[in-house]
């Protein structure tokens, strides 16, 4: 037997992973839904593919439930899979239907295609998108906008931040604060890390698990606590500041929060901020005015 005492902390991970494969997809009962105000200040997710609305969605979430924000899920596509289009916008629908987020298609269907290479060889596709999107916007006028940052690998999570930047250019008078997301590829220089409750993941992942399909194929959300954890290692120097005192956060995820205003963005603060739980998410972004 080994002497090793990290051998069953190893272990465990693995345990709980093998475990997670027995997990239910859906049919979990709902939390109850927060009552917003009639003039609820409204927040953006653009999500390139379903099931992005959950894995980004710390913020988001704390930002519902905690601060009467609406949160607004809008699918900029449903994959590049068309047979699986369809059910994928039906997992789309159980999942923000259980977490408490309304959900908008940019188009029925989805975009196709957003990626750089659109943007380079069909500019009247890529115009045609971005006109879309720039309507959508003009509709919410949303106080923040998520979307994924500029180097986030995936080539439609590159490309809806290029459509997002490039669909703002056309509404020089908006005041939003963006918040750029990651998943695939670390962001270089985030400025906001948020705490979420152990039961803040868990509904996330309750949330998640409608997209059947997806994980059946890569059971990624078996991952995402993990890479929650991995976000306060990361983040407690990167936007804390080198070697600054780590927080006794269990679960976070990044962001980088600017403000866009007279047609252009700038740094929505100096330095990093820590959002830990129990802090108000509204008032540390938009605060109410006097």
Same mark, same amino acid.
């Not at 002497?3 to 991970?13: C, H, I, K, M």
């Not at 979420?196 to 059947?212: F, I, K, Q, R």
């Given at each position: 037997?080994?002497?090793?005492?990290?051998?069953?902390?190893?272990?465990?991970?693995?345990?709980?992973?093998?475990?997670?494969?027995?997990?239910?997809?859906?049919?979990?009962?709902?939390?109850?839904?927060?009552?917003?105000?009639?003039?609820?200040?409204?927040?953006?997710?653009?999500?390139?593919?379903?099931?992005?609305?959950?894995?980004?969605? =710390?913020?988001? %979430?704390?930002? #519902?439930?905690?601060?009467?924000?609406?949160?607004?899920?809008? !699918?900029?596509? &449903? /994959?590049?899979?068309?047979?699986?289009?369809?059910?994928?916008?039906?997992?789309?629908?159980?999942?923000?239907?259980?977490?408490?987020?309304?959900?908008?298609?940019?188009?029925?269907?989805?975009?196709?295609?957003?990626?750089?290479?659109?943007?380079?060889?069909?500019?009247?596709?890529?115009?045609?998108?971005?006109?879309?999107?720039?309507?959508?916007?003009?509709?919410?006028?949303?106080?923040?906008?998520?979307?994924?940052?500029?180097?986030?690998?995936?080539?439609?999570?590159?490309?809806?931040?290029?459509?997002?930047?490039?669909?703002?250019?056309?509404?020089?008078?908006?005041?939003?604060?963006?918040?750029?997301?990651?998943?695939?590829?670390?962001?270089?220089?985030?400025?906001?890390?948020?705490?979420?409750?152990?039961?803040?993941? =868990?509904?996330? %992942?309750?949330? #998640?698990?409608?997209?059947?399909?997806?994980?059946?194929?890569? !059971?990624?959300? &078996? /991952?995402?606590?993990?890479?929650?954890?991995?976000?306060?290692?990361?983040?407690?120097?990167?936007?804390?500041?080198?070697?600054?005192?780590?927080?006794?956060?269990?679960?976070?995820?990044?962001?980088?929060?600017?403000?866009?205003?007279?047609?252009?963005?700038?740094?929505?603060?100096?330095?990093?901020?820590?959002?830990?739980?129990?802090?108000?998410?509204?008032?540390?972004?938009?605060?109410?005015?006097?």
């Amino acid at each position: 037997m080994s002497q090793n005492p990290y051998l069953e902390y190893a272990r465990s991970f693995r345990r709980l992973a093998v475990e997670g494969r027995d997990l239910p997809f859906g049919g979990i009962p709902k939390p109850e839904k927060p009552k917003l105000d009639d003039d609820a200040p409204v927040a953006l997710i653009l999500s390139p593919h379903p099931d992005d609305e959950c894995v980004i969605g =710390g913020l988001a %979430l704390r930002l #519902l439930r905690e601060s009467g924000v609406r949160i607004v899920n809008v !699918a900029v596509t &449903l /994959g590049s899979n068309r047979a699986r289009q369809q059910e994928r916008l039906n997992e789309l629908q159980g999942a923000c239907d259980w977490i408490g987020f309304e959900l908008q298609e940019i188009i029925p269907g989805g975009l196709e295609c957003v990626t750089l290479q659109t943007r380079k060889n069909d500019p009247k596709q890529w115009e045609r998108s971005v006109d879309r999107l720039r309507e959508i916007l003009d509709q919410w006028s949303p106080r923040a906008v998520f979307f994924p940052h500029a180097t986030d690998w995936n080539g439609t999570h590159v490309g809806v931040h290029f459509l997002t930047e490039d669909a703002l250019l056309r509404r020089p008078k908006a005041d939003t604060l963006l918040i750029e997301t990651e998943y695939w590829g670390q962001m270089p220089s985030p400025n906001l890390m948020v705490e979420n409750t152990p039961e803040e993941v =868990g509904d996330l %992942l309750a949330a #998640l698990s409608h997209h059947e399909g997806e994980l059946k194929r890569n !059971a990624f959300h &078996l /991952g995402l606590p993990a890479w929650m954890q991995d976000n306060v290692r990361l983040g407690s120097e990167v936007v804390g500041g080198q070697g600054a005192e780590a927080p006794d956060f269990a679960f976070a995820t990044l962001y980088r929060v600017s403000r866009w205003a007279n047609g252009r963005a700038s740094p929505a603060w100096e330095g990093g901020k820590l959002l830990p739980s129990g802090g108000d998410s509204r008032e540390a972004l938009f605060p109410r005015k006097a």
